[in-house]
Nanobody, 117 residues
Framework: QVQLVESGGGLVQPGGSLTLSCTVS????????MSWYRQAPGKERELVAGIAIAGFRTTYADSVKGRFTISRDNAKNTLYLQMNNLKPEDTAVYSC??????????WGQGTQVTVSS
């Protein structure tokens, strides 16, 4: 049974930081491209950041470049998203995704991030 479990969300003030984690089980983590997505109320889900298998190639949405950092620890089957200088518009449910060349695709249940003073 494949499971992706996110943690680390919460309420933070503008300018603050949070680190999200996604612990994966039930698949060979090192074979999957991993990504973070987010969905704000009334908006479509959007890609926040992605990281290739070995972790050397990353991609970011323009809105988070320079503020967010995606990383992975293949030995711990865990994906991370370090979020700095958070803004109210970063408020959303953040979900991790595991994809194997479009053949297998799995989602976590999501974790809420709220940026508010």
């Amino acid at each position: 049974q494949v499971q992706l479990v996110e943690s680390g969300g919460g309420l933070v003030q503008p300018g603050g930081s949070l680190t999200l984690s996604c612990t994966v089980s039930g698949l060979t983590f090192g074979r999957y491209t991993m990504s973070w997505y987010r969905q704000a109320p009334g908006k479509e889900r959007e890609l926040v950041a992605g990281i290739a298998i070995a972790g050397f190639r990353t991609t970011y949405a323009d809105s988070v470049k320079g503020r967010f950092t995606i990383s992975r620890d293949n030995a711990k089957n865990t994906l991370y998203l370090q979020m700095n200088n958070l803004k109210p518009e970063d408020t959303a449910v953040y979900s991790c995704n595991a994809n194997l060349r479009g053949v297998d695709n799995y989602w976590g249940q999501g974790t809420q991030v709220t940026v508010s003073s």
